[in-house]
């Protein structure tokens, strides 16, 4: 294991060299001894990371693909909207280690596997909620430094608005993966992307990085916004 080189490229997310030319990411575990989907692990001294799969992950495409802007620190508060099965939200946990994840998710059934997936993380809240009702869940959740979203609607860029203005103070970050096909099959990705954008811009976000996720993800882009109410 001596060959395993690890650089911190943001705040507790690595990049790890296994000495096999690939390039991976990772985050150091807050909860060592368990996986949350079929991630592999790498042992460091007393610490365990966990190696972030871009092909389950948006976030982790984003990073390798070539983010700028990571607004999620050791001490955010972030609202994660679509969490899933927790795949991501238990990364972004790791990675807010000290500070705290609202982890909204709006099916009973997935729901089963997000809480078995927070079950040991103290700092991930899961909410069963519909991120398009955000008054729903307003005496749960707290202002937030982060909004996230994953969630594969038509009216990607309108949800993440009207989160930002119930949750968001001004200079905080929200942060979407919109994928093209959930809000129109018929016309050209970037064309999608073009128009996602310009929704976001005169709703009250200015776009501070994009990345574009293929080929983890076909058609799908991440934005990086700071709200400005």
Same mark, same amino acid.
């Given at each position: 294991m001596e060959d395993i080189k690890i650089k911190e490229i943001f705040e507790n997310i690595y990049e790890v060299d296994l000495g096999d030319g690939l390039k991976r990411i990772a985050t150091k575990s807050i909860v060592k001894g368990?996986? *949350? %989907?079929?991630e592999k692990i790498v042992k460091i001294g007393d610490d365990e990371y966990r190696i972030w799969?871009?092909?389950?992950?948006?976030l982790a495409a984003a990073i390798l693909k070539g983010l700028k802007v990571m607004p999620i620190k050791r001490d955010s508060k972030i609202l994660y909207l679509g969490a899933s099965a927790g795949t991501t939200p238990s990364h972004v946990a790791d990675i807010a280690d000290k500070g705290i994840v609202y982890a909204i998710e709006y099916a009973p059934r997935i729901m089963r596997e997000l809480l078995d997936a927070c079950a040991e993380r103290e700092n991930i809240i899961p909410i069963l909620g519909d991120a398009n009702k955000p008054q729903e869940y307003a005496n749960i959740v707290e202002k937030v430094d982060? *909004? %996230?979203e994953d969630v594969a609607?038509?009216?990607?860029a309108e949800i993440l608005i009207k989160n930002a203005k119930w949750f968001l103070k001004k200079g905080s970050y929200g942060m979407i993966a919109i994928k093209a096909r959930s809000i129109d099959v018929t016309k050209d990705p970037?064309?999608?992307f073009k128009e996602q954008k310009e929704i976001l811009e005169s709703g009250g976000f200015?776009?501070?990085?994009?990345?574009?996720i293929e080929p983890f993800e076909k058609d799908h882009i991440m934005f990086v916004?700071?709200?400005e109410g």
């Open positions: 368990k996986k *949350v %989907y079929d799969n871009p092909n389950k992950s948006k982060v *909004v %996230y609607q038509p009216n990607q970037e064309e999608v200015k776009i501070v990085d994009e990345v574009d916004g700071v709200w």
